[in-house]
Protein backbone atom coordinates (compact mmCIF):
# COMPACT_ATOMS: atom_id res chain seq x y z
CA UNK A 1 0.00 0.00 0.00
CA UNK A 2 2.90 2.44 1.22
CA UNK A 3 4.39 1.97 -2.64
CA UNK A 4 1.39 2.35 -4.14
CA UNK A 5 0.66 5.79 -2.43
CA UNK A 6 4.80 6.73 -2.97
CA UNK A 7 3.81 6.32 -6.82
CA UNK A 8 0.73 8.26 -7.00
CA UNK A 9 3.01 11.18 -4.86
CA UNK A 10 5.45 11.19 -7.24
CA UNK A 11 3.34 11.34 -10.25
CA UNK A 12 1.34 14.65 -9.10
CA UNK A 13 4.93 16.91 -9.66
CA UNK A 14 5.31 15.90 -13.51
CA UNK A 15 1.44 16.41 -13.72
CA UNK A 16 1.11 20.23 -12.10
CA UNK A 17 4.16 20.89 -14.28
CA UNK A 18 2.60 20.02 -17.54
CA UNK A 19 -1.32 21.45 -16.70
CA UNK A 20 0.44 24.66 -15.61
CA UNK A 21 2.50 24.74 -19.26
CA UNK A 22 -0.12 23.67 -21.10
CA UNK A 23 -2.59 26.40 -20.17
CA UNK A 24 0.64 28.90 -20.86
CA UNK A 25 1.12 30.01 -16.99
CA UNK A 26 4.26 30.83 -15.21
CA UNK A 27 4.96 29.51 -11.69
CA UNK A 28 5.67 33.46 -10.92
CA UNK A 29 1.60 33.95 -12.42
CA UNK A 30 1.20 30.71 -10.18
CA UNK A 31 2.34 31.87 -7.42
CA UNK A 32 0.53 35.16 -7.23
CA UNK A 33 -3.02 33.16 -7.73
CA UNK A 34 -2.27 31.05 -5.22
CA UNK A 35 -0.09 32.65 -2.65
CA UNK A 36 2.36 29.65 -3.03
CA UNK A 37 5.73 30.50 -3.03
CA UNK A 38 7.69 29.80 -6.52
CA UNK A 39 10.06 28.21 -4.98
CA UNK A 40 7.50 25.84 -3.29
CA UNK A 41 5.97 25.55 -6.68
CA UNK A 42 8.91 24.42 -7.97
CA UNK A 43 9.70 22.05 -5.90
CA UNK A 44 6.40 20.38 -6.03
CA UNK A 45 6.86 19.81 -9.93
CA UNK A 46 10.60 18.52 -9.76
CA UNK A 47 9.41 15.58 -7.15
CA UNK A 48 11.36 17.39 -4.47
CA UNK A 49 8.59 18.59 -2.06
CA UNK A 50 5.64 16.29 -1.07
CA UNK A 51 2.20 17.51 -2.14
CA UNK A 52 -0.28 17.75 0.67
CA UNK A 53 -3.69 19.29 0.73
CA UNK A 54 -2.96 22.44 1.61
CA UNK A 55 -0.47 22.82 -1.38
CA UNK A 56 -3.32 20.99 -3.90
CA UNK A 57 -6.49 22.72 -3.22
CA UNK A 58 -5.64 26.02 -4.14
CA UNK A 59 -3.71 24.55 -7.40
CA UNK A 60 -6.76 22.99 -8.39
CA UNK A 61 -8.85 26.13 -7.55
CA UNK A 62 -6.33 27.53 -10.19
CA UNK A 63 -5.97 25.77 -11.94
CA UNK A 64 -9.77 24.78 -12.23
CA UNK A 65 -9.87 21.04 -12.54
CA UNK A 66 -11.13 18.62 -9.25
CA UNK A 67 -8.09 17.53 -6.91
CA UNK A 68 -8.84 13.96 -8.26
CA UNK A 69 -7.54 15.40 -11.91
CA UNK A 70 -4.27 16.64 -9.87
CA UNK A 71 -3.59 13.09 -8.15
CA UNK A 72 -4.48 10.87 -10.73
CA UNK A 73 -7.02 9.65 -9.04
CA UNK A 74 -8.26 6.41 -10.68
CA UNK A 75 -11.82 6.55 -12.65
CA UNK A 76 -14.82 5.66 -9.81
CA UNK A 77 -16.47 4.07 -13.55
CA UNK A 78 -19.56 6.61 -13.00
CA UNK A 79 -19.38 8.96 -16.40
CA UNK A 80 -21.55 11.33 -15.14
CA UNK A 81 -20.92 14.88 -15.00
CA UNK A 82 -21.69 16.18 -11.99
CA UNK A 83 -21.81 20.31 -12.39
CA UNK A 84 -22.41 22.74 -9.59
CA UNK A 85 -24.77 25.52 -10.66
CA UNK A 86 -23.79 28.83 -9.61
CA UNK A 87 -26.84 31.21 -8.82
CA UNK A 88 -26.52 34.65 -9.25
CA UNK A 89 -28.86 37.65 -9.58
CA UNK A 90 -31.80 35.16 -9.99
CA UNK A 91 -29.91 33.25 -12.35
CA UNK A 92 -28.45 29.67 -12.91
CA UNK A 93 -25.31 29.22 -14.37
CA UNK A 94 -24.07 25.59 -15.41
CA UNK A 95 -20.51 25.77 -16.01
CA UNK A 96 -19.88 23.38 -18.93
CA UNK A 97 -15.37 24.63 -19.31
CA UNK A 98 -13.43 23.79 -16.31
CA UNK A 99 -9.86 25.80 -17.40
CA UNK A 100 -9.24 29.25 -16.14
CA UNK A 101 -9.03 32.22 -19.08
CA UNK A 102 -9.69 31.89 -22.22
CA UNK A 103 -13.46 31.66 -23.62
CA UNK A 104 -16.28 29.92 -20.98
CA UNK A 105 -19.11 28.23 -22.04
CA UNK A 106 -22.25 28.24 -19.44
CA UNK A 107 -25.71 27.17 -19.73
CA UNK A 108 -27.61 29.97 -18.33
CA UNK A 109 -31.45 29.89 -16.99
CA UNK A 110 -32.86 32.81 -16.78
CA UNK A 111 -36.45 32.73 -14.30
CA UNK A 112 -39.49 33.76 -16.50
CA UNK A 113 -41.57 35.82 -14.80
CA UNK A 114 -42.10 40.50 -15.20
CA UNK A 115 -38.51 41.78 -15.98
CA UNK A 116 -37.56 44.86 -14.77
CA UNK A 117 -39.96 47.97 -16.57
CA UNK A 118 -36.26 49.79 -16.76
CA UNK A 119 -33.54 46.95 -16.60
CA UNK A 120 -30.13 48.51 -16.21
CA UNK A 121 -27.69 47.65 -19.25
CA UNK A 122 -24.71 46.60 -18.09
CA UNK A 123 -20.98 46.81 -20.02
CA UNK A 124 -17.47 44.79 -19.60
CA UNK A 125 -15.12 43.92 -21.01
CA UNK A 126 -15.31 40.78 -23.15
CA UNK A 127 -17.25 39.25 -25.60
CA UNK A 128 -20.52 37.62 -25.91
CA UNK A 129 -21.85 34.70 -27.70
CA UNK A 130 -24.95 33.71 -27.05
CA UNK A 131 -27.51 30.48 -28.25
CA UNK A 132 -31.32 30.31 -27.33
CA UNK A 133 -32.20 26.58 -26.14
CA UNK A 134 -35.56 27.28 -25.06
CA UNK A 135 -37.74 29.79 -24.38
CA UNK A 136 -37.86 33.62 -25.58
CA UNK A 137 -35.09 36.09 -24.96
CA UNK A 138 -35.12 39.82 -24.41
CA UNK A 139 -31.79 41.14 -25.47
CA UNK A 140 -31.28 45.14 -24.78
CA UNK A 141 -28.03 45.70 -27.18
CA UNK A 142 -27.41 49.38 -27.40
CA UNK A 143 -30.71 51.09 -29.08
CA UNK A 144 -32.16 47.69 -30.10
CA UNK A 145 -34.61 46.01 -28.11
CA UNK A 146 -34.27 42.14 -29.82
CA UNK A 147 -36.34 38.77 -29.20
CA UNK A 148 -34.56 35.46 -29.90
CA UNK A 149 -36.39 32.60 -29.92
CA UNK A 150 -34.92 28.79 -30.13
CA UNK A 151 -32.16 28.32 -32.02
CA UNK A 152 -31.18 32.24 -32.33
CA UNK A 153 -28.01 32.97 -31.88
CA UNK A 154 -26.89 36.86 -30.99
CA UNK A 155 -22.80 37.78 -30.84
CA UNK A 156 -21.74 41.01 -29.74
CA UNK A 157 -18.90 43.14 -27.71
CA UNK A 158 -19.92 43.64 -24.58
CA UNK A 159 -18.56 46.89 -24.53
CA UNK A 160 -21.93 47.69 -26.01
CA UNK A 161 -24.57 48.53 -23.30
CA UNK A 162 -26.35 45.57 -22.97
CA UNK A 163 -28.94 43.26 -21.02
CA UNK A 164 -30.56 40.06 -20.89
CA UNK A 165 -34.11 38.77 -19.86
CA UNK A 166 -36.85 36.47 -20.30
CA UNK A 167 -39.11 37.74 -22.70
CA UNK A 168 -42.55 36.20 -21.02
CA UNK A 169 -43.49 34.11 -18.44
CA UNK A 170 -41.65 30.97 -19.04
CA UNK A 171 -37.82 30.51 -18.65
CA UNK A 172 -35.00 31.52 -21.10
CA UNK A 173 -32.72 28.85 -21.41
CA UNK A 174 -29.57 29.33 -23.39
CA UNK A 175 -25.43 28.56 -24.21
CA UNK A 176 -23.01 31.44 -23.66
CA UNK A 177 -19.90 32.00 -24.61
CA UNK A 178 -18.14 34.86 -22.51
CA UNK A 179 -14.12 35.86 -23.40
CA UNK A 180 -13.08 38.05 -20.86
CA UNK A 181 -10.24 39.50 -22.62
CA UNK A 182 -12.71 39.51 -26.09
CA UNK A 183 -12.13 36.53 -27.44
CA UNK A 184 -14.34 36.62 -30.65
CA UNK A 185 -16.42 33.16 -31.45
CA UNK A 186 -15.55 32.07 -34.93
CA UNK A 187 -18.90 30.76 -36.04
CA UNK A 188 -17.68 29.77 -39.52
CA UNK A 189 -14.33 27.91 -41.38
CA UNK A 190 -12.16 29.97 -42.67
CA UNK A 191 -11.08 29.10 -46.50
CA UNK A 192 -7.66 29.28 -47.47
Same mark, same amino acid.
Given at each position: ????????? %??? #?????? $?? !? @?? *??? =? +??????????????????????????????????????????????????????????? %??? #?????? $?? !? @?? *??? =? +???????????????????????????????????????????????????????????????????????????? =????????????
Amino acid at each position: MDDDLDDVL %RAV #GPRLRA $LR !R @RR *GVT =Q +ADLAATTGISESTLSRLESGRRRPNLELLLPLARAHGVPLDELIGAPPTGDPRVHIRPI %RRF #GRTFLP $LT !R @RA *GGL =Q +AYKMIIPGGPGPTDPELQTHEGFEWLYVLNGRLRLLLGDQDLVLTPGEVAEFDTHVPHWVGAADDDPAELLILFGQ =QGERTHVRARTR
